[in-house]
């Protein structure tokens, strides 16, 4: 390579470290913010502060996990200790035997 073949790549790699930088700094500015709307689904509440309206499926799926911990706590609290430390023992080698 000649010295001005070297001297113009130098330069356009220069020009290419420039406008990466500039690139990258853009990229790490935070995006603005969307203003909130009446609902914020993040949040779970309403732009007056109120909690949001769940929906239908939600609402049964979530009771349907309060009626099985429930069950559970009522379960744990009938078993023996002993008996719920085998139980849990024999599960763990199940689970171990099927892998």
Known sequence: MRNEE???ELSALRA????LAAAREKAAQPAPQPEPGPLSTA???TAAGAPAPMDHEHEGFMGQVRELVELLEEE???T???SGLVIFSVGILVG???R
């Open 96 to 98: 171990r035997f099927l």
């Open 6 to 8: 070297i001297k113009a």
């Open 16 to 19: 290419e470290v420039v406008a």
């Open 76 to 78: 744990l609290k009938e």
């Open 43 to 45: 949040t779970g509440t």
């Open 80 to 82: 023996p200790v002993v």
